[in-house]
């Protein structure tokens, strides 16, 4: 249950997920759980009570070229490298994978062109905001708050011009979370 302290008189039911992404520093994963508990309480005034069932594993974030089997979404590494959403490339992938199926379409092309461009450029980006840090993200989310929120948002996940220029560092830069195990 979720409660919100605002609001004494409203009270939302529900159950929700919570999950961190680290590249190292595993063995802090609980307390980063719990820093993340103590901001809903302190910034967003809600309070997260009812049982919490931690839980952990090692994930990879790659880009696979080819697939022998149909995966989707976080199965196939698609994961978002700058914020670690994964919803996006999930459903995408899940239509592509249905379509593929349906028309005999090659998977992997459909993903080469649907889904790499924009996990391309969440590793360019990524590789721009991580040596700055905390203020980097906090001046990115003060832009992206400004005005047009939506437009914002589909403009820095969007693939730029600049993308396919940057992402062979980033590449370097993250190979150790990029490796596709079947290809290891």
Do not use: C
């Amino acid at each position: 249950m979720i409660y919100n302290k605002n609001n004494e008189n409203h009270k939302n039911r529900g159950s929700g997920h919570q999950r961190s992404y680290m590249f190292k520093d595993y063995t802090a994963a609980h307390t980063y759980r719990d820093n993340v508990f103590e901001k809903f309480r302190n910034e967003l005034h809600f309070n997260v009570v009812g049982q919490r069932r931690p839980f952990a594993g090692t994930g990879n974030i790659f880009i696979r070229n080819r697939f022998e089997t149909i995966a989707v979404g976080e199965a196939s590494g698609f994961q978002d490298f700058m914020f670690g959403f994964g919803m996006r490339y999930a459903i995408q992938s899940g239509y592509l994978a249905a379509m593929s199926i349906l028309n005999g379409s090659d998977y992997s092309k459909a993903i080469q062109e649907n889904i790499h461009p924009l996990m391309k450029a969440s590793i360019s980006n990524r590789l721009i905001y991580k040596p700055l840090g905390r203020y980097g993200y906090d001046k990115l989310a003060e832009i992206i708050a400004k005005g047009r929120t939506k437009e914002n948002i589909h403009r820095l996940y969007s693939p730029q011009w600049w993308h396919p220029l940057l992402y062979p560092f980033a590449h370097i830069v993250f190979q150790e979370n990029t490796r596709d195990p079947q290809e290891a």
